[in-house]
């Protein structure tokens, strides 16, 4: 029987090329728009990376990849009319696997390999009649897939929320995406996306059917979330009935303030960062068939875990089960919502936290809370607290300044032993042991030298060029604009500005050749930020006129001019005060560059400086 005149309901399991591969979709109408945020696309990649890593080894031949285990994503339904497919569950998946393949189409060919690229495009479009077909085709995000998927940069600016979200998420996995998964494993990690990540396909062929099945897949018989289930394990190891009451009704309490934030529920995020601080003593090893342990236990099944670790933890009688409840999770919820409320906004003392959470560096938190102890007054709790974001921010940036990733994938391991070091010390061991660290530490601020803007890390340097700027500003008594300098929100948002136009031609006694020119012209020293509009506005203009504009501009790209030294006090006394080398240009030329590129050397090193992490 065809699927045109089949009018039962069928599930069949299809890998991501059988799903994609010649097939067409489109949304059906009760869908709202693509929402998944930057965190969702983090455990898609985290998730992905984990599985494949815990098969993949390094002398393995490409064959090897069809015996690595498969990996099931979840289900999509879809409604066909005829010779259509619309989708009517699963679409926020299904956009965010096409924006991933479309990263990986760009990284195979930036890699030479032509064949993987071309596997992946046919997941992605096919071309007919010279026009090309999004397999996944909405009619309003046509420009910025096609954009993405030429490699260009597209303007979002007055586009739906919908498109916005495909533009931002895209950028997100540009920066997640795991540096473990480039270089020799990608065509592995290609082939296994493609041939071992599975979906269900439900297909229904009348819409009264697709809805049912849509209704009755998110809205009947709920299972109890883990944090149900953690509450009443809880609960049911306290004695008395009154006491179980007064249990559940501390928990509420407690938790009301973390129950719905924004849509989210993150009272569930809240329980893994507190029991992977307090209670986390072992991680996974990152090799073929390597069993989850602590730390990933708890982030896929916490409820399980300290029903089998409650001894460990210290839950060996009723009253123990009280205490925790009524003592040990309000006072890590009263830290986890200042450190929430200081990743929105600046707090004294946990200034660094927004940093932090603006390059999404979501391991900051069971850091902060792992050397807290319930018994901490909260100024105590606040210095801990504080040492460990300053720690993140400086351990981060120089990562960033040598072109390490920052991502979860990358740096969970090396996090996870410093969250059982530091657990539980008082503020000078931690100042301590953080220092030692640093001082450990392979990459260095050196590293600002030679750092630059390259295809790939257009956030990274635009968050460097911000954090700079700010710092500069901040210590001119000028009020901090880091968050306008990094919003995309704004509705002329900060841009990176490139100092020398893209025209060799100008510079052809000082390069000996295109290449080695563009690769100056892309270097830190050589990049200011400037709002949108104003910054192409200067498009392919001399120095000298573009200097006039900077005037009018941001600290660190007045300080290029001459007018800046002249009646700014605070400016010039903070220039003598750090040594910093600050100095007006006429000229930009190869030297000046030079030049420009140490002044953002010394000032991040001024701005990263290991003292921060210092008991007063």
Known sequence: MSEASNNRVG?????????????????????????????????????????????????????AVEGYRQYFLGSVIISQRGAQRFIVDGQQRLTSLTLLLVHLHHLAKGQGSGQEAAQVTELICSLKYGETKFNLQVDERLPAMQALLDGRQYNAAGASASVKAVIARYEDIQELFPQELTGRALPFFVDWLLDNVALIEITAYNDDDAYTIFESMNDRGRPLTPTEMLKGYLLANISGEDAKAAADRAWRETTA???????????????????????ATSIRERKKDAAPRDWDQIGTSF??????????????????????????????????????????????????????????????????????????????????????????????????????????????????????????????????????????????????????????????????LARLTAYAEAACGIPSRFVDYVSGSLKKPFEIEHIWADDYSRFSDQFPSPQEFAGYRNRLGALVLLPRGFNQSLGADDYPAKAVAYFGQNLLAKTLTAPCYRNNPTFLAFAQRTGLPFKPYAVFDKGALDERQDLYRALAELLWSIDRIQVD
């Open 257 to 279: 303030a973390l129950a719905d934030s924004g849509g989210k529920d993150l009272t569930a995020e809240f329980i893994k960062v507190w029991f992977r601080a307090k209670y």
């Open 303 to 464: 409820h399980k875990w300290l029903r089998d670790h409650a001894d460990t933890v210290g839950l060996t009688c009723p009253v123990s089960f009280k205490d925790f409840v009524h003592t040990a999770l309000p006072t890590f919820v009263r830290h986890y919502r200042t450190l929430l409320g200081a990743a929105e906004r600046p707090v004294p003392g946990l200034e660094a936290v927004q940093y932090n959470a603006h390059i999404d560096f979501t391991l900051q938190y069971p850091l902060m809370l792992a050397p807290v102890e319930v018994d901490d007054s909260d100024e105590t709790a606040m210095r801990k607290m504080g040492l460990v974001a300053d720690f993140v921010d400086i351990y981060t940036a120089r990562r960033i300044v040598n072109y390490k990733q920052t991502g979860y994938s990358a740096m969970s391991y090396t996090m996870f032993n410093l969250v059982r070091e530091i657990r539980g010390l008082d503020i000078p061991a931690l100042a301590q042991v953080l220092r030692k660290r640093l001082d450990e530490q392979e990459q260095t601020l050196q590293g600002v030298a030679d750092y630059g803007l390259h295809q790939m890390n257009r956030p990274q340097v635009r968050y460097i």
């Open 11 to 63: 599930g069949e399991p299809r890998t991501v090329r059988e799903l994609l591969a010649g097939r067409r979709y489109t949304l059906d109408y009760y869908q709202r728009g693509y929402a998944w945020e930057r965190k969702e696309i983090a455990e898609l990649l985290e998730d992905l990376s984990g599985k494949f890593l815990a098969n993949y080894a390094a002398d393995h031949q490409r064959q």
